[in-house]
């Protein structure tokens, strides 16, 4: 079975640019994670859905940050502008959701953001 | 709001030594906890979990147990390895929402 999948691995941009990252789930799952892990520290939750809607998305600074995920299936996670403060592994998972109930959360690879 | 809380880091242990890294959280309601590692180079990966009071997790010889009255969720392993060598995180799901809660890591060094 295949796992999440995340592209690109890496990217490399200078501050006030605009990047994207793209996340495939796990075929199935209908909840969908995005969280940023800043070096040294633990992976923070940014907006959750459920489906193509959004159940949690408090963390997400929506002045520059903004997540959609069409159709149910495929994510992406947009910054404009990027700040430095914004350099982190960007994370995506994906469980077969359900709510009341605890699903497995299966980690993407991550995608390592710098910004300059 | 949820919190986690683990021992920081870096332990350094020679290979065949006894291991624990400690983890307390805050939480209302009854959450349930777990253990990820991250590997060089590697996503996270779901170690153990334990999902009510008195529960024990165990996976490749880690094990973890859920202490409600001292609200603790410790990782143990009897005899570590070189391959163990990677970054552990503690983590508690509140039920209703699924969404982890993760403590900072604790990356784990094991010399042969």
């Known amino acids: 079975e295949a796992g999440v999948a995340q592209s690109p691995r890496y990217k490399i941009i200078e501050k006030r640019q605009s990047v994207a990252f793209w996340c495939n789930p796990i075929?199935?799952?209908?909840?969908l994670y995005w969280y940023q892990q800043i070096l040294g520290q633990g992976p923070k939750l940014l907006i959750q859905f459920q489906n193509n809607g959004v159940v949690d998305d408090s963390q997400l600074p929506k002045d520059r940050f903004s997540a959609e995920r069409l159709k149910g299936v495929d994510s992406t996670l947009k910054i404009q502008p990027a700040k430095l403060e914004d350099s982190a592994v960007y994370l995506c998972a994906s469980s077969l959701g359900g709510r009341g109930v605890y699903n497995e959360q299966f980690f993407g690879p991550g995608t390592r953001l710098t910004v300059l | 709001g949820n919190s986690v809380t683990q021992m920081e880091g870096p332990v350094t242990l020679s290979e065949e030594a006894f291991l624990t890294i400690n983890c307390t959280y805050t939480a209302t309601g009854y959450p349930s906890l777990f253990w990820y590692v991250q590997y060089p180079g590697e996503g996270l990966q779901l170690l153990l979990k334990a999902t009510k009071a008195d529960d024990k997790g165990s996976n490749k010889g880690f094990e973890a147990t859920y202490r409600k009255e001292t609200t603790s969720f410790h990782l143990e392993k009897g005899s570590v390895q070189v391959s163990d060598s990677a970054v552990y995180f503690c983590a508690l799901s509140d039920r209703a929402g699924n969404m982890l809660t993760f403590g900072g890591g604790t990356r784990l060094m094991v010399k042969p």
């Open positions: 075929s199935g799952h209908a909840t």
